[in-house]
């Protein structure tokens, strides 16, 4: 059985940071692709951020790009979301998804929710002063 599960989130002061994991089982994160994910109630999820395991490409939205930096550990089993300078808007529920590697230019797919067979059930973050 496959999962993904996320921790790290949590109540933040505007301008703080969190560090989002998602850590994988039954579904290796060597030669994936794993997505972060954020939605808020009434609104599509939204595309944050993707990291490719086996080459360490990278894609963000215009949104975070600068503030967010995705990445992976050494022992591919965990994917991480470090999230500096954080604004109030970035208040949402956070996800992360799998798929097998896909083309190589992840940018072009990889913020897409319908591409991801895997989901987590994610991690709230609350930024607020």
């Known amino acids: 059985q496959v999962q993904l599960v996320e921790s790290g989130g949590g109540l933040v002061q505007p301008g703080g940071s969190l560090r989002l994991s998602c850590a994988g089982s039954g579904f290796s994160l060597d030669d994936a692709v794993i997505g972060w994910f954020r939605q808020v109630p009434g609104k599509e999820r939204e595309g944050v951020s993707c990291?490719?395991?086996?080459?360490?490409?990278?894609a963000y939205a215009d949104s975070v790009k600068g503030r967010f930096t995705i990445s992976g550990d050494n022992a591919k089993t965990t994917v991480y979301l470090q999230m500096n300078s954080l604004k109030p808007n970035d208040t949402a529920r956070y996800y992360c998804a799998g798929r097998p590697r896909g083309p190589t230019n992840i940018a072009a797919f990889c913020r897409v929710p319908a591409e991801y067979d895997y989901w987590g059930q994610g991690t709230q973050v609350t930024v607020s002063s």
């Open positions: 990291f490719s395991s086996s080459d360490s490409n990278t």
